[in-house]
Antibody, heavy 118, light 107 residues
Framework: QVQLQESGPGLVKPSETLSLTCTVS????????WNWIRQAPGKGLEWIGY???????NYFPSLKSRLTVSLDTSKNQFSLKLTSVDAADTAVYYC????????????WGQGILVTVSS | DIQMTQSPSSLSAFVGDRVSLSCRAS??????LNWYQQKPGEAPKLLIF???RLQSGVPLRFSGSGYGTDFTLTISSLQPEDFATYFC?????????FGQGTKVEFK
């Protein structure tokens, strides 16, 4: 059973960069699709993007200009960087494994709350 | 982007009730529809994928049906641990999108 765990700062200042890492255990990160999904407080789920192998990211269109998702197979980790954040980026951020072409999220991290505030 | 609309936004039910939750897509998505359960403070959990396929370990009281634009999640006999919020999600094309959720509460 693959397990995922998010890590990173819980507080980011407006206009700065939000950086999170997801550590995968119990399976190799060299296959499948590795996703970031977020949930603003009291709201629904929003897919942010995925990385498939090192050269194949796919991002939510409205975030594409601010977003980088990358993979580190030596550490079995993948990462998220979101630049120029504002209050609208405040959310619980989940990492998740995607199967069946990437869109079926069968394993999730516990989530990490990131607040954008000065 | 494909819009996913769930109804109702919330419902109240008794333990043992049969409940059905609806999800509608703004365009045809074939059978590429998944259902998740989320409890407060927890990550979502995959229940059903590809419209009707039960994820390993999920109780048989959960079932999914539908094709095209209209889908249903049915819980045949509601149990205390089933009180939660349920989200549908289309995996037909990118970006994948979720419904706004249906909250199932005690009556």
């Amino acid at each position: 059973q693959v397990q995922l765990q998010e890590s990173g700062p819980g507080l980011v200042k407006p206009s700065e960069t939000l950086s999170l890492t997801c550590t995968v255990s119990g399976g190799s990160i060299s296959s499948d699709y590795w996703n970031w999904i977020r949930q603003a407080p009291g709201k629904g789920l929003e897919w942010i993007g995925y990385i498939y192998d090192r050269g194949y990211p796919n991002y939510f269109p409205s975030l594409k200009s601010r977003l980088t998702v990358s993979l580190d197979t030596s550490k079995n980790q993948f990462s998220l960087k979101l630049t120029s954040v504002d209050a609208a980026d405040t959310a619980v951020y989940y990492c998740a494994r995607g199967l069946r072409g990437g869109g079926v999220f069968d394993s999730w991290g516990q989530g990490i709350l990131v607040t954008v505030s000065s | 982007d494909i819009q996913m609309t769930q109804s109702p936004s919330s419902l109240s039910a008794f333990v043992g009730d049969r409940v059905s939750l609806s999800c509608r897509a703004s365009q045809s998505i074939g059978g590429f529809l998944n259902w998740y359960q989320q409890k407060p403070g927890e990550a979502p959990k995959l229940l059903i994928f590809d419209g009707s396929r039960l994820q390993s370990g999920v109780p048989l009281r959960f079932s999914g049906s539908g094709y095209g634009t209209d889908f249903t999640l049915t819980i045949s006999s509601l149990q205390p641990e089933d009180f939660a919020t349920y989200f549908c999600q289309q995996s037909y094309n990118s970006p994948t999108t979720f419904g706004q959720g249906t909250k199932v509460e005690f009556k």
